[in-house]
């Protein structure tokens, strides 16, 4: 009996084999494009049967991808939690750790999702993305105290975090160079940046600005 | 007769056809997702028969997406073109301009594609678009006078050819708000901005940035 076959034997709850299975895809999809991923690898991954990969997920592979994503957003959206003490650009900091341990973690099942072109990519896995990306900017006008962003504040906030996730996939791409440490004290000061020039035109902006120096 | 038959009853060459027809298309697919174009709307707008666009398009729908986007990114790589004279950041402006008017012209198209999602998205449409980003890169590059840009120089250059992405998609969002011209000295802003971050780690990009400084 190999290791790896031993879940098999043991009584899950509906909801603990589920999570398994979910488990065991998102390891595959971490380590290979989501078309290079069979049930047959996520069963023996799981050590299951293919038949029960099924009877969870009767939708097949899309839909075990696409369970599978949802619960990687899950977890994603978890690193943005932080609690509102300290200055804030030390917050920002480690929720910055937190997304990079997780880039770190899911590799290429991150790259493929974002890079687009997958065959199992959809206008659902799409909507799952996008809703990570607004979970993180309304995470960050939470912290900074801003209940409307005004269209300025706004696009200076989404293309940060689109200039996160393209840092994100060439951070993979370069063999996870700069250390992360490095790369997330940079990605702050492009943050600072980023509001420094927006601060210029318009006043919302300066104000978040002000805040965030007064904050040492 | 209506206008819009009239270029059916005219002789044209084959390239001459097949342009006609990839202008319609690319008129189509700038106001409505590619989903939402049927080859008969192809062949309504270029005032053509049905059977006429499979000659020319055998595979469909999707050939004649991809050739559109191919079209497309031809002409958004001309956007790029910019002589080498004058300094470096009005030369940035420039190209601004010019990828900002295509912005504005391929509007829903341009959505649609940037977006992801699509159900016709492949890893070809992708590969195109990342041609496109490919050659910002390095028209930049070529005009900072950078033959082998290191990784945080690139990086620096990737993130920002995203943010500007995520910058047109809220601008086509936000009815074109600000105007382009606000929207272009923001992004050169920006540019600079997120340079003079990385100058701070890299001596390449502060080469890079003095330049930028004794250009004016």
Chains 1, 2 share one sequence.
Do not use: N
């Amino acid at each position: 009996m190999t290791p790896s076959a031993t879940p098999a034997y043991r009584r899950l709850s509906v909801e603990e084999r589920r999570s398994q299975l979910l488990t065991a895809a998102l390891s595959l999809f971490a380590h290979r494009a989501p078309e290079e991923v069979s049930l047959d690898d996520v069963a023996e991954a799981a050590g299951v049967s293919r038949p029960l990969v099924y009877r969870y997920f009767p939708g097949g592979k899309q839909q075990l991808y696409e369970a599978a994503l949802r619960s990687a957003a899950d977890q994603l959206q978890l690193c943005f939690d932080e609690p509102r003490t300290g200055p804030r650009l030390t917050r920002l900091s480690r929720a910055l750790d937190r997304y990079l341990a997780f880039v770190d973690e899911h590799d290429a099942g991150f790259s493929a999702l974002l890079q687009g072109g997958s065959v199992v990519e959809t206008s659902r896995t799409t909507a799952i993305v996008d809703g990570v990306r607004r979970a993180a900017a309304d995470h960050i006008y939470s912290h900074l105290g801003v209940r409307t962003p005004g269209p300025r504040l706004r696009m200076t906030v989404r293309m940060w975090i689109t200039a996160v996730e393209a840092a994100s996939l060439m951070w993979l791409d370069d063999d996870k160079q700069p250390p992360a440490a490095e790369l997330r004290d940079w990605l702050v000061e492009q943050f600072v940046a980023a509001l420094g020039v927006t601060a210029g035109r318009d006043p919302q902006t300066a104000d978040v600005l002000a805040a965030l120096s007064g904050d040492v």
